[in-house]
């Protein structure tokens, strides 16, 4: 059988949770309008009875402006290593800009064993489609082009062929019914941070993380508290709301999917609490599990 490691890298919002969202026919990255929603490097397992492929959803590359990006950025090149095959999700309809070139200046990426996927092509201008494909033909000759409608699952069948024709045999690494890697206390952390970023706007979802207090497995319903880290008083009081009703409201929607994934029923309480400039104290970005490690 075809077996090994793809990872999923471009810019922030080109639908790289989407798409891997899409082939694993499963929620394993949470996916949002904001940039910046993925924060780790998220593995989802596809399965088939000749091939399993393990790919790796990574953050969008872009400028950090805090050591959190700086973070981020370093897993979205580590994972580009760590793998037998890359795709590039492009956004394809938005023209090359300044982002796409610092992406190309910062990534080491190679044309053999790499599909470039042009995605939201539902969105894009044929004529404009070319321009940019004759723009990434220039610095990647044999890189094998797809459009795509990740959102949609259009063509998706077609990336999973081009990855497993570029795949050579190999083992199956992980049980058939593993979707991913990622514990059940870091998928309620991302359903959590989810619907915050869902729920606010601006600035404010880039500021969260969310930080695990308790789980009370023995428990019926599993009681589940959870605190959510802000970085100034302004954002806790925007979070909480008016008598606490955003903040239940973020809580109803996550207990939702949180219980969906867990199918049991589940007593969640959240917390706000301020953490001035987290994104740039090392030892928050370790606590919180945004710290890259290398294996
Ligand atoms: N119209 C359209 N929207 C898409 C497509 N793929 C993803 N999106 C949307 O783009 C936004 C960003 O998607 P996400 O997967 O979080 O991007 P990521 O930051 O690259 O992981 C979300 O609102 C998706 O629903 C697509 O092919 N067409
Ligand atoms: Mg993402």
Redesign the pocket.
């Known amino acids: 059988m075809k077996s090994g490691f793809v990872a999923i890298l471009?810019r922030?919002?080109?639908?790289?949770?989407?798409l891997l969202n899409a082939i694993i026919n499963q929620k394993v990255s949470i996916?949002?309008?904001k940039?910046q929603?993925?924060r780790n490097n998220i593995r989802g397992i596809y399965n088939s009875e000749d091939a399993q492929i393990i790919f790796l959803d990574t953050p969008?590359i872009h400028k950090p402006r805090q050591k959190l990006g700086i973070e981020m950025n370093s897993m979205a090149y580590s994972a580009a290593h760590e793998v037998d095959v890359a795709i590039l999700?492009v956004d394809a309809s938005k023209p090359f800009g300044v982002g796409d070139n610092y992406l190309l200046e910062h990534l080491d990426i190679h044309d053999d064993k790499l599909i470039i996927l042009f995605?939201?092509i539902?969105?894009a201008r044929i004529d404009k489609v070319e321009a940019l494909k004759a723009e990434y033909r220039k610095t990647f000759n044999k890189a094998l082009f797809i459009d795509?409608?990740?959102?949609?699952g259009f063509n998706v069948d077609e990336v999973i062929k081009a990855v497993i024709s570029l795949l050579e045999e190999g083992p199956r690494y992980y049980p058939v019914d593993a979707v991913t890697d990622k514990d059940e206390i870091f998928q309620i952390k991302e359903i959590i941070r989810e619907k915050v970023l869902k729920t606010l706007k601006d600035e404010v979802p880039h500021s969260i993380a969310v930080y695990m207090e308790d789980i009370a497995w023995e428990e019926s319903p599993i009681h589940i508290r959870a605190t959510l880290i802000v970085e100034k008083d302004s954002q806790k009081g925007i979070v909480i709301g008016a008598n606490g009703k955003r903040i239940k409201y973020i809580g109803s929607l996550a207990r939702k999917d949180i219980e969906r994934l867990l199918h049991k029923h589940v007593y969640l309480e959240l917390f706000v609490k301020v953490q001035e400039d987290w994104r740039n104290d090392n030892s928050s970005l370790e606590e919180y599990g945004y710290k890259y490690k290398k294996n």
């Open positions: 471009g922030p919002n080109v639908g790289k949770s989407t996916v949002t309008d940039s929603t993925t969008g999700v995605n939201k539902d969105l795509t409608v990740a959102s949609e």
